[in-house]
């Protein structure tokens, strides 16, 4: 997983468990970012790489956070 300043990158290597994958990481992020899931962007950024961004009224937090 890749941290940026408004997004966060992560490889799923193992496309059985891609939607699982994707689904947990639109929730945790949601909820720590006291956001609903429909402001989490999740873009194909390359093969088998998604980008996570919070878009709408929580972009001006930060994902980095989400580490901790």
């Excluded at 966060?8 to 193992?14: A, F, G, P, S």
């Excluded at 947990?24 to 006291?34: A, C, G, P, T, Y």
């Excluded at 999740?42 to 929580?58: E, I």
């Amino acid at each position: 997983m890749t941290f940026e300043t408004e997004a966060v990158t992560l490889k799923i290597w193992d496309r059985s468990t891609m939607n699982h994958t994707i689904d947990s990481l639109v929730s945790e992020l949601s909820d720590r970012h006291n956001t609903s899931k429909g402001n989490i962007a999740v873009t194909c950024s390359g093969p088998n790489t998604y980008t996570f961004s919070l878009g709408g009224a929580a972009k001006s937090a930060s994902l980095e956070a989400v580490n901790s």
